[in-house]
């Protein structure tokens, strides 16, 4: 197979795999999942090479089933399908993976995108996907490590945190100590995002039952109504 995914992305690069060649492990789309990886590119990746200009590093895209659990990736991986990118920006070129994720967040459509590990300033890889056109669920997410594992939670990023002041969300003030701020609206000790501390103030979205749906620090997530008291 030599045909091209794309303008900028040979077979070759959107096949690679280090795991798959020490392990010997087969990585070959077929053609549903090849003709899948070509909107992916068409649509996600030679739309941010054109913007900025300058080359962009793919750190994986298409994973046979076989590699992607040898990796230990979700048994639900878009990449399984050619329908996810990873990608990376290559230093020396002026460009930062925050300004791919922002670029992409504001102008591009697409199903998923994940603000992968990093810190606030910036992540670590990003994370693309894209199924079709009105099936995009422009779905926004954060990794963050969480001991040996990865959670994933709901994100804000800073350039569209900024369009939604523009809602005037009501405010809230944390009125205990050491709130636990949940990616659900339910008590489980696996969904704490953070711990909030009394006095933080936060933007309350909405409200389901006796959970507020908050906005805090670029995360979305969700705490008890009793221990928020409404200022706005």
Same mark, same amino acid.
């Not at 945190?161 to 990616?183: C, P, Q």
């Not at 006095?199 to 906005?215: A, L, M, Q």
């Given at each position: 197979?030599?045909?091209?995914?794309?303008?900028?992305?040979?077979?070759?690069?959107?096949?690679?795999?280090?795991?798959?060649?020490?392990?010997?492990?087969?990585?070959?789309?077929?053609?549903?999942?090849?003709?899948?990886?070509?909107?992916?590119?068409?649509?996600?990746?030679?739309?941010?090479?054109?913007?900025?200009?300058?080359?962009?590093? +793919?750190?994986?895209?298409? *994973? !046979?089933?076989?590699?992607? #659990?040898? =990796?230990?990736?979700?048994?639900?991986?878009?990449?399984? @399908?050619?329908?996810?990118?990873?990608?990376?920006?290559?230093?020396?070129?002026?460009?930062?993976?925050?300004?791919?994720f922002n670029y992409t967040?504001?102008?591009?459509?697409?199903?998923?995108?994940?603000?992968?590990?990093?810190?606030?300033?910036?992540?670590?890889?990003?994370?693309?996907?894209?199924?079709?056109?009105?099936?995009?669920?422009?779905? +926004?997410?954060?990794?963050? *490590? !969480?001991?040996?594992?990865? #959670?994933? =939670?709901?994100?804000?990023?800073?350039?569209?945190?900024? @369009?939604?002041?523009?809602?005037?969300?009501?405010?809230?003030?944390?009125?205990?100590?050491?709130?636990?701020?949940?990616?659900?609206?339910?008590?489980?000790?696996?969904?704490?995002i953070s711990i909030l501390?009394?006095?933080?103030?936060?933007?309350?979205?909405?409200?389901?039952?006796?959970?507020?749906?908050?906005?805090?620090?670029?995360?979305?997530?969700?705490?008890?109504?009793?221990?928020?008291?409404?200022?706005?």
């Open positions: 197979m030599n045909e091209n995914i794309s303008k900028h992305i040979t077979y070759k690069e959107a096949v690679f795999s280090q795991t798959a060649i020490r392990k010997g492990i087969k990585n070959e789309p077929n053609k549903t999942q090849l003709a899948a990886m070509k909107k992916v590119a068409e649509n996600i990746f030679e739309k941010l090479r054109a913007h900025f200009g300058k080359p962009i590093r +793919i750190s994986s895209f298409y *994973r !046979s089933i076989e590699l992607n #659990k040898a =990796i230990g990736g979700s048994a639900t991986s878009q990449h399984c @399908l050619g329908q996810a990118i990873d990608i990376q920006a290559i230093s020396g070129t002026g460009i930062t993976n925050k300004d791919l967040v504001k102008f591009l459509d697409f199903d998923q995108i994940i603000w992968e590990f990093g810190n606030d300033d910036d992540p670590e890889w990003v994370h693309i996907s894209w199924v079709g056109n009105g099936k995009n669920r422009k779905k +926004i997410t954060r990794a963050i *490590r !969480s001991g040996n594992a990865a #959670k994933y =939670i709901d994100f804000v990023p800073e350039i569209l945190l900024t @369009l939604t002041h523009n809602k005037k969300y009501k405010k809230g003030i944390v009125n205990v100590d050491k709130l636990n701020f949940r990616s659900t609206c339910e008590i489980n000790k696996n969904n704490i501390n009394k006095n933080s103030v936060v933007d309350v979205v909405s409200k389901t039952g006796s959970w507020y749906k908050i906005i805090y620090n670029h995360k979305q997530g969700f705490v008890n109504t009793r221990y928020l008291s409404l200022i706005e």
